[in-house]
């Protein structure tokens, strides 16, 4: 039995996403959501791996999603869960008959290495995303010297980190390029040949800094949001050119993130009075879809059902902290939109529908006042 799997999902799902709750309010789902084809492969390899074990420790370097759900799960299954941190010194402590997991994300080239010399292939279990691996391939597709390769993503990543480390194999000059705050000085640099104005932390060199003129290659983290992709491929591409410079640009984006992107911009283009994003804080392809939501409705973005009251409801605000709002659904409320990212099981989302549907509230009411029939919204105060 999987437990990540949800009959209300399901039949949600049957339903093209819409949840009736009576009294005219609903729930809305996108038509495509929770977990992508990598998680999906990704966990069945760690369950196969503790069926299979026969006692032996299972070390996963790193969590193997960013979904507390389910490393939560996996960690009371026995696997000892290391923090990125620890992974070095829990691979020295290691036994040698231990099984050792690499998570979807990959793991730095220097760690994958060590893994390899130390460990035969029948103790490495290796879950990393072929949509990841696929941008390490193309990198390892450049031929000649001096580039300088572009890495669109999130600097703190452990995705950007494993795709950081193989790209230094390439190139002698890798730039993290976080979002398009970032692009303008980026694009600056490409085309004056200097990278001074650039914030240092995000530059990584090895050996000789390439020429001015050398090529430029850009990859992203394969879970950022498409748009915003676009916009960098085509801003990278035009600097290049201004600068006669040779470019080449990685479609590296996973299909599963845009068909969820894309999904969750259906959901708001119907005007929810609110909208809920679950899935883990650490979760870049989560982080996309609150950015998308916010611009439709108030957006709370929260781990599972236990973050919601009738009247409170305790969320995480990307950048900033986790945060209680109190009134958080408006009055006269009909609609509330849910999203949910490629790392979030079906099991949260269900949990979600489920504290809806039970709330007393909302039952054998009739439709409800709205705002424009007299009702005046109360404010927003933090808990």
């Known amino acids: ?74 960690r009371a299954q026995g696997v000892t869960i290391l923090s990125e941190a620890e992974i070095l010194t829990g691979l020295e402590s290691a ?34 995303c072929r949509d990841v691996r696929a941008v390490w391939m193309f990198m390892e597709s450049l031929t000649g010297p001096g580039w300088t390769i572009l890495v669109h993503g999130k600097a703190d990543h452990p995705e950007t980190r494993a795709t950081l480390s193989r790209a230094l194999q390439r190139a002698t000059r890798v730039v993290v390029v976080p979002g398009l705050a970032a692009l303008e000085s980026a694009c600056r640099a490409l085309r004056e040949g200097s990278w001074a104005g650039y914030p240092q932390t995000l530059i990584h060199e090895r050996g000789s800094p390439p020429p001015a003129s050398g090529p430029v290659a850009l990859v992203q983290q394969t879970t950022m949001l498409h748009s915003e992709t676009l916009a960098l491929g085509a801003a990278v591409t035009a600097a290049c050119c201004q600068a006669g410079r040779h470019s080449q640009l990685a479609n ?23 909208m809920l ?28 059902a236990a973050a919601l009251g009738a009247e409170t409801i305790t969320h ?40 809806f549907r039970e709330q007393p509230q909302w039952a054998d009411q009739g439709a409800p006042t709205t705002a424009a029939d007299g009702a005046e919204p109360g404010p927003t105060q933090r808990c």
């Open 277 to 304: 994003v679950v899935g883990g804080f650490g979760s870049s392809n989560t982080a996309q879809l609150h950015r998308l939501a916010c611009a439709a409705a108030p957006t709370y973005l929260v781990q599972n």
């Open 95 to 128: 036994g040698a008959g231990d099984l050792v997991v690499i998570p979807a994300f990959g793991v730095p080239l220097e760690i994958e290495t060590l893994l390899r010399r130390r460990y035969p292939g029948a103790q490495i279990i290796d879950t990393t």
């Open 1 to 74: 039995m999987n437990p990540f799997q949800d009959s209300d999902v399901e039949q949600a799902r049957r339903h093209d996403g819409v949840v009736s709750l009576g009294g005219g309010r609903r729930l809305l789902l996108p038509r495509v959501f929770g977990f992508c084809g990598g998680v999906v492969h990704a966990l069945a390899q760690l369950r196969r791996c503790l069926s299979t074990a026969g006692g032996q420790p299972i070390r996963l370097l790193g969590p193997v999603i960013h979904n507390d759900t389910v490393n939560e799960h996996f």
């Open 252 to 274: 590296t984006v996973c299909r599963a993130t845009q068909d969820r992107q894309d999904a969750a911009v259906e959901v708001c283009r119907q005007r929810p009075d609110a």
């Open 316 to 355: 995480w605000v990307p950048g900033a902290a986790l945060q209680c709002t109190r009134p958080w659904l408006p009055p006269g409320w009909r609609t509330v939109g849910i999203l949910a990212g490629a790392s979030c099981p079906a099991s949260d989302v269900g949990a979600v529908i489920r504290w």
